[in-house]
């Protein structure tokens, strides 16, 4: 749940960069580039670093990018705080042995794909069922039922595509009034809303705890309809520009709210009644009072050249990185296996997750793995420390200390539970404790720190990792 709960995070700090930038400008909300391309920014970082965390472990921030880091140091952070808090709770959300976060989570995810597929199969069938009809140069398709006009995309990218018109629409609208609902429509076709639409909703759903996701997702939409209204009108005097809007406000008032809502590109969408009066007042303005385009054109190319650019970079220090971390285990005497897991940071200077971009001495290794996984005692030893507060210290969490035979001392911290006490004896194998997330830490790992007569150590000089 710890992966998640950090790219839940990650998105919602992500979100609030795009949105604050359209109070700054408020000319933005009218760009469809300018949203898609800040939602596949959010999204596209937030997968890349779910992967990373779910592939290379929950503490893997320690191989992100360091200055990706330090910009969500916070957020970071807070989930660190929040999962160590649930970790410490006397209770757990489980019942008959289900993870109820991960239920709730699973089960409204389930509810809203389910609605969507539902609705795409019910527009889907309305298309099917509709019959073509030559009006003007184009063949669009005729339904008996009560809609507003929408273009259909088929999934399979091979450009099939349908504009569907309500019957009673197409007999109250004169021909010009078809034509400029038909271009509207064709503008929709043109930028692929559909699948670009269908998609993104599925996306939205994977994310439906960030309601600042699915704010934008709604922004785009209302956008690429202003996007296909200034298509609709474009060339247009000032006069055939207000009998366009004059024909909006007319279908909107003809679509009650019993009306079929859409998984498509619709000329009219239903929403609640606050929502649309904001979107359709928008559309309006919009058609009336053309924005300039071309700059809002060349904001959203140049927001996609940085995504672009955002994404290789991230994508390649996370391959590089991602090579140099492979499946280990820190092994004893006789090749005992005290801990299977990754290597996450190393002994030495090292960059510190917690200090805003500065170096620190990492005094011991750490190795990232899941909660719970089993630590085993290199070789006889004994126990010397067992405790929650290690030398009055809280950032080292549940910390357990062994010496073994000869006299090599070594530290594991961050633990989430530990299976001995101070002074007990240990043979090879015997398990000391598990892998947790207490104390000062960005995810389940464990902190291992050695001392030879005294003197602290690299600890893979001690005990071999072996890949």
Sequence with gaps: MTEILIT?????????????????????KDSANFWLASLLWVIGCSMITLAVLLIDGPDSPNLLPQGFVQANAIGIQLTSAISSSINELPFTFQWAGIDLVSFAYLFVLSFLLLRLALGRMKVVKIAKDAIARQIGSHTVFVTDIRCSPFALQSVRFDHIHRIVLPKGLVASLSQDQIEAVIQ???????????????????????????????????????????????????????EARHHYASMLINIMKGLSDKSTPFVAPAFFTRSTNKRRLEEEKMRINSIIQPPNRTQLSLTGK????????????????????SKQRAVSTLLGDNQQAILTGRLTAAF??????FGNGKKRNH??????????????????????????LYKNNPKYGKVVVIETANGTKTLFAHLGEYKVKAGQ???????????????LSTGPHVHVETFVDGVRVDPRSVWQLAE
Excluded at 348 to 353: K, Y
Aim: net charge positive.
């Design 8 to 28: 839940l995070f990650l998105s919602l700090w992500l979100c609030i960069l795009p949105i604050g930038f359209t109070y700054l400008k408020p000319a933005l």
């Design 184 to 238: 509207h429509e064709r503008c929709h076709i043109k930028h692929r809303d559909d699948l670009i639409g269908l998609w993104l909703k599925v996306l939205g759903a994977l994310f439906w705890p960030n309601l600042l996701l699915g704010k934008m997702i709604k922004h785009w939409r209302a956008a690429t309809e202003i996007r296909a209204d200034s298509a609709a009108v474009k060339g247009k005097s000032k």
């Design 302 to 321: 140049f927001v996609a050249l940085v995504t672009f650019l955002i994404f290789g970079a991230f994508s390649s220090a996370i391959a590089s990185n």
């Design 348 to 353: 030495g200077t090292a960059p510190d997750p």
């Design 363 to 388: 005094k011991g290794i750490d190795i990232g793995a899941e909660y719970g996984t089993p630590i085993y005692s290199p070789s006889k030893a004994k126990v010397l420390v067992a405790t929650d």
């Design 425 to 439: 004896k240990l043979r090879p194998g015997q398990l000391i404790a598990e892998v947790g997330s207490t104390g």
